[in-house]
T-cell receptor, first 113, second 115 residues
Framework: AQRVTQPEKLLSVFKGAPVELKCNYS??????LFWYVQYSRQRLQLLLR??SRESIKGFTADLNKGETSFHLKKPFAQEEDSAMYYC???????????????FGQGTILTVHP | DTGVSQDPRHKITKRGQNVTFRCDPI?????LYWYRQTLGQGPEFLTY????????KSRLLSDRFSAERPKGSFSTLEIQRTEQGDSAMYLCASSPNWGQTNIQYFGAGTRLSVL
């Protein structure tokens, strides 16, 4: 069975501090990992995906297959980063869970001024 | 707004009534997904379509739930004989062709409250 675990429901940091949102997954194979974000009163939107290997809004995430983790990091948090963050997994083509996303429970990030 | 559109945004119903939600995907997206999100949880997959074909259904989708996408464009999700446990946010997403560019774009959701 595939599963995504986000151990922290709430995370609070001060502006300028580093932030790390944890994500661990369980999947037999090499899945595709995503981070989605939902700002207040907005719809769920893609923040970044592991295959892109890019930094979006200062955030990066590295897929660690040995630890089955995909933690989201930002060196200097900003107040506008306050939002709900979801880690999600998608199986490989032809495998189980073809196409659909499996989400973690989400982490609410609050960045204080 | 050319994003995924869902209607209605909110629905309040009494237990035992039937409800139907509509999702209009982004134009030319051939994949359409339904998810359910309850308070404090991440979205959970319900079902998805490629064009008009329903390719996968979750075990969460009981016999009271049915989804259609008759012409491969908009989709409807119907819940019959609603129960209080059906209260949730129902999210729709669409994506273009399968492949590495396949990204799911979400609608704003329909919030269902069953009294």
């Amino acid at each position: 069975a595939q599963r995504v675990t986000q151990p922290e429901k709430l995370l609070s940091v001060f502006k300028g501090a580093p932030v790390e949102l944890k994500c661990n997954y369980s999947y037999s194979g090499s899945p595709e990992l995503f981070w989605y974000v939902q700002y207040s009163r907005q719809r769920l939107q893609l923040l970044l995906r592991h295959i892109s290997r890019e930094s979006i809004k200062g955030f990066t995430a590295d897929l660690n297959k040995g630890e089955t983790s995909f933690h989201l990091k930002k060196p200097f948090a900003q107040e506008e980063d306050s939002a709900m963050y979801y880690c999600a997994l998608r199986g490989i083509p032809g495998g189980t869970s073809y196409g659909k996303l499996t989400f973690g429970q989400g982490t609410i990030l609050t960045v204080h001024p | 707004d050319t994003g995924v559109s869902q209607d209605p945004r909110h629905k309040i119903t009494k237990r035992g009534q039937n409800v139907t939600f509509r999702c209009d995907p982004i134009s030319e997206h051939n994949r359409l997904y339904w998810y359910r999100q309850t308070l404090g949880q991440g979205p959970e997959f319900l079902t998805y379509f490629q064009n008009e074909a329903q390719l996968e259904k979750s075990r969460l989708l009981s016999d009271r739930f049915s989804a259609e996408r008759p012409k491969g464009s908009f989709s409807t999700l119907e819940i019959q004989r609603t129960e209080q446990g059906d209260s949730a946010m129902y999210l729709c997403a669409s994506s273009p062709n399968w492949g590495q560019t396949n990204i799911q774009y979400f609608g704003a959701g329909t919030r269902l409250s069953v009294l």
